[in-house]
């Protein structure tokens, strides 16, 4: 019954027409515009042609546009997740319907997650009613230091899912590379070089076969990474391999670089913030996991954006990396470590900002994603408080204009039981 249930609502994705951009407007609600700042009272938004026209106060409603009443409400731009495995994966234990990683493949660099981003993954779904709209996603390294090249999506419900493919290269140093290049980060660091030499060459026309490290199509996949047209996500935590990432520009002058993790970031800040490199980090690292994260801290992200950094949330694992619907608490919980004693949390808008627009700003998509600036994409959510709040809830989403469903497995099987009504059990039941 389940796999009927679920073959359904994937063929209904399928074939579902495209919707039309809804023009509207949201009035007498509590506004965020995910550039920063603190939310404005008793505001408006207004999206016509599936863009964002004005938000805040004194915004004139159009005659014969749809006014929605926002009273009680909040209005925000959709999250934008960052550095998450959705649409790749429906149960991670099965092998068949996991495609977070290519432990066995031939290839590194190369490999693309577009082909196999499924937009009917309930993890979109969900993701989707928790109020993400985009997100970045990547494949995981595990054969080669190389992910692969990640792409920025949407969370429509249609069959395409791609805002920008081939967006940026994935790379592992640190502990997590090292084990893969051989076991030190010695190895790891020659592999890295090795590679951009051979990038190097592709784009000269000089690629010598027999001296190349790469087969040809990891090399040529660099070619990008090297010319700064593709961002190279590097994953790395302790302080002495972000000063050495950070170091690669004296070579590679162009690289367009965004750390990722950065869990010892606060001790380096200044240097990140001078070199003018991004950061996706975990919220809340408060304990350290591994010996290049020995001086992890739960202030880490306030102590970066204090110093200058650019800083969204994201991991590879665990709370946002898997689970984006959990962005917007951790984001709240940065707010309320502003509250305690010796600690660096973040402000409201700050907080909101590393779940919206500066994440949008990593993927390349300043002013289009992440923010109700005029001009952005009609990408709105309406909460019933404030969302940074774990007990507040979207409850109309707007993806490019359009208004997206908000059921999923999830909300199914919590409307099947919240009675005892045995006429609810499954089919399965009924012998």
Same mark, same amino acid.
């Given at each position: 019954m389940i796999r009927k249930t679920l073959l359904g609502a994937a063929a209904a994705l399928a074939f579902a027409a495209p919707a039309a951009a809804q023009d509207f407007a949201i009035i007498n609600a509590t506004v965020a515009t995910g550039d920063g700042s603190e939310p404005i009272e008793n505001a408006t938004v207004l999206v016509r042609g599936g863009?964002?026209?004005?938000?805040?106060?004194?915004?004139?409603?159009?005659?014969?546009?749809?006014?929605?009443?926002?009273?009680?409400?909040?209005?925000?731009?959709?999250?934008?997740?960052?550095?998450?495995?959705?649409?790749?994966?429906?149960?991670?234990?099965?092998?068949?319907?996991?495609?977070?990683?290519?432990?066995?493949?031939?290839?590194?660099?190369?490999?693309?997650?577009?082909? &196999?981003?499924? %937009?009917?993954?309930?993890? /979109?779904? +969900?993701?989707? =009613?928790? @109020?993400?709209?985009? #997100?970045?996603?990547?494949?995981?390294?595990?054969?080669?230091?190389?992910?692969?090249?990640?792409?920025?999506?949407?969370?429509?419900?249609?069959?395409?899912?791609?805002?920008?493919?081939?967006?940026?290269?994935?790379?592992?140093?640190?502990?997590?590379?090292?084990?893969?290049?051989?076991?030190?980060?010695?190895?790891?660091?020659?592999?890295?070089?090795?590679?951009?030499?051979?990038?190097?060459?592709?784009?000269?026309?000089?690629?010598?076969?027999?001296?190349?490290?790469?087969?040809?199509?990891?090399?040529?996949?660099?070619?990008?990474?090297?010319?700064?047209?593709?961002?190279?996500?590097?994953?790395?935590?302790?302080?002495?391999?972000?000063?050495?990432?950070?170091?690669?520009? &004296?070579?590679? %002058?162009?690289?367009?670089? /965004?750390? +990722?993790?950065? =869990?010892? @970031?606060?001790?380096? #800040?200044?240097?990140?913030?001078?070199?003018?490199?991004?950061?996706?980090?975990?919220?809340?690292?408060?304990?350290?996991?591994?010996?290049?994260?020995?001086?992890?801290?739960?202030s880490n992200v306030g102590r970066m954006v204090d110093a200058g950094v650019k800083v969204a949330i994201g991991t590879l694992d665990g709370g946002t990396g898997s689970q984006p619907r959990n962005a917007a608490q951790f984001a709240g919980n940065l707010v309320a470590l502003q509250n305690v004693p010796r600690a660096s949390g973040l402000t409201w808008g700050e907080a909101f900002a590393a779940i919206t627009s500066v994440p949008a700003q990593i993927a390349g998509f300043d002013g289009s994603f992440g923010t109700l600036s005029p001009g952005a994409t009609g990408d709105v959510v309406m909460w019933d408080g404030d969302p940074l709040e774990v007990t507040s809830a979207p409850v109309r989403v707007f993806i490019d204009g359009i208004e997206q469903p908000l059921v999923n497995h999830q909300t199914r099987l919590r409307d099947r039981y919240r009675d005892l009504d045995e006429s609810d059990l499954p089919k399965a039941y009924d012998w």
């Open positions: 863009k964002v026209v004005a938000a805040g106060t004194g915004v004139t409603v159009p005659a014969g546009v749809e006014t929605i009443d926002g009273s009680g409400r909040w209005v925000t731009p959709g999250i934008v997740a960052s550095a998450t495995t959705l649409g790749l994966w429906d149960v991670g234990a099965v092998s068949q319907s996991n495609d977070q990683a290519a432990g066995d493949s031939d290839f590194g660099a190369a490999l693309d997650v577009v082909p &196999a981003l499924n %937009p009917a993954s309930q993890h /979109v779904a +969900v993701s989707r =009613a928790s @109020g993400v709209t985009r #997100a970045t996603v990547y494949s995981r390294p595990s054969e080669s230091i190389f992910g692969g090249q990640g792409a920025v999506v949407d969370l429509g419900a249609d069959a395409n899912m791609v805002s920008k493919p081939r967006a940026f290269q994935m790379v592992a140093l640190g502990e997590y590379g090292a084990r893969i290049a051989g076991g030190s980060r010695t190895a790891s660091f020659v592999e890295l070089a090795a590679a951009l030499r051979d990038a190097r060459e592709v784009a000269a026309g000089q690629r010598d076969a027999e001296d190349s490290r790469l087969n040809r199509q990891d090399a040529e996949a660099l070619v990008d990474v090297l010319s700064g047209k593709q961002a190279l996500y590097v994953v790395v935590d302790r302080a002495s391999d972000i000063r050495q990432v950070l170091g690669l520009t &004296a070579t590679y %002058p162009r690289l367009d670089l /965004v750390l +990722v993790g950065a =869990a010892e @970031g606060w001790l380096v #800040a200044n240097e990140i913030a001078a070199a003018g490199v991004p950061v996706i980090t975990d919220p809340l690292d408060d304990l350290p996991v591994s010996f290049e994260q020995l001086a992890a801290t739960q």
